[in-house]
């Protein structure tokens, strides 16, 4: 009973408590506004879910700005149509759509080798692509699914673009990693010895861990970044919460609460986007790493995600697992 309500029960309360957080500050504060960002002309961004809510409204404005922006996801006819819908608004940039199955590491190894193979360089990586308290299943290649998508996937498509990231960027424009994390960090536990979620499994435990491992990956690849003198950055980013499909998976009493709140509290895929658009296109930004930016500023992550023993753990543990 005891390790029932401790796998199961505490995380859900602690996620929710979490939530609560985030919409009394929502209540009280306006959302991010972005500054004036400067023109992007000539620079390449990869999108991660970017054929709608957040991804689509981050792909969009670097197109404005001018961006050549690859749109990876894994639904080609809403790809299709968010490539359009951006090209038909006159964007100065460029918009494609490129097919990425971020749950399995042979479609991110095709991914990355079909885009090295055209020769273009890579200034932006925005990793924001996730899914959230989806019943319990398994990416193929047996990964839990939050791990495997939200973080996972996004770890091996980093790690086989970063030559080409630091190849990209100068120490006067750096190139710029962008994780999508969250507010739901916070209650996350890493379970070292079970980042799958077999011993006893809780949707809610699952997602907050794999958010609580982008912060610590952030973190570590910043590090490394620095002690090498590339020019790359790397910055966690929290949108708050959203109105997005991401919460379709909600049980049945918290989705009809949600309803009637998200329409005074939550916040539209666009503003919950401005902190990841600023991050990967501010001048403010220029040669700064290692942060967690929530509503347009720097903020202090969770206790554990600067513990440099486990963002250690997690690097090696995660190189072992996608065959680094």
């Known amino acids: 009973m005891w390790l029932w309500m401790k796998s199961m029960l505490v995380p859900l309360i602690n996620l929710y408590l979490c939530g609560v957080k985030v919409l009394i500050y929502q209540l009280f504060n306006r959302s991010f506004t972005l500054p004036v ?3 992007q002309n000539g620079r390449v961004a990869i999108v991660t879910g970017g054929t709608r809510g957040m991804g689509f409204e981050t792909a969009r404005h670097l197109a404005r700005l001018g961006m050549h922006v690859v749109i990876a996801g894994n639904e080609r006819e809403e790809g299709t149509a968010a490539v359009r819908k951006i090209h038909e608004e006159g964007s100065e940039g460029k918009a494609e759509f490129v097919f990425l199955d971020l749950t399995s590491l042979v479609s991110v190894r095709q991914f990355v080798q079909t885009f ?3 020769g273009l360089p890579l200034h932006v990586l925005v990793n924001n692509a996730g899914t959230m308290l989806v019943p319990e299943k398994q990416t193929e290649d047996g990964f839990e699914f939050h791990f495997g998508l939200n973080y996972l996937g996004h770890f091996l498509l980093t790690n086989l673009l970063l030559d080409l990231l630091k190849r990209s960027g ?3 424009c750096c190139s710029r990693i962008v994780n999508m994390s969250s507010a739901t960090h916070y209650a996350g536990v890493l379970a070292m010895d079970d980042l799958n979620r077999r011993i006893c499994y809780s949707s809610h435990g699952a997602y907050s861990q ?3 491992a982008l912060v610590l990956f952030s973190y570590y690849l910043q590090e490394q970044l620095t002690a090498g003198g590339f020019p790359v950055t790397v910055n966690a980013v929290d949108p708050g919460m959203v109105d997005t499909a991401l919460y379709n998976n909600l049980w ?8 009637p709140v998200a329409k005074i509290l ?3 895929p666009a503003e919950g986007a401005s902190t990841t658009i600023y991050a990967a296109a501010a001048c403010e930004m220029e ?3 290692g942060c967690y930016l929530y509503n347009g500023q720097k903020t202090r992550s969770s206790e554990l995600s600067y513990n440099s023993e486990a963002q250690a753990k997690l690097w090696k543990k995660s190189c072992e697992l996608v065959g680094l």
């Open 37 to 39: 960002l400067p023109k």
């Open 116 to 118: 090295k193979d055209r």
């Open 170 to 172: 100068r120490h006067s």
């Open 210 to 212: 794999s958010k609580l």
């Open 252 to 259: 049945s009493l918290a989705q009809a609460l949600k309803k």
């Open 266 to 268: 939550f916040r539209t």
């Open 287 to 289: 040669g700064v790493g």
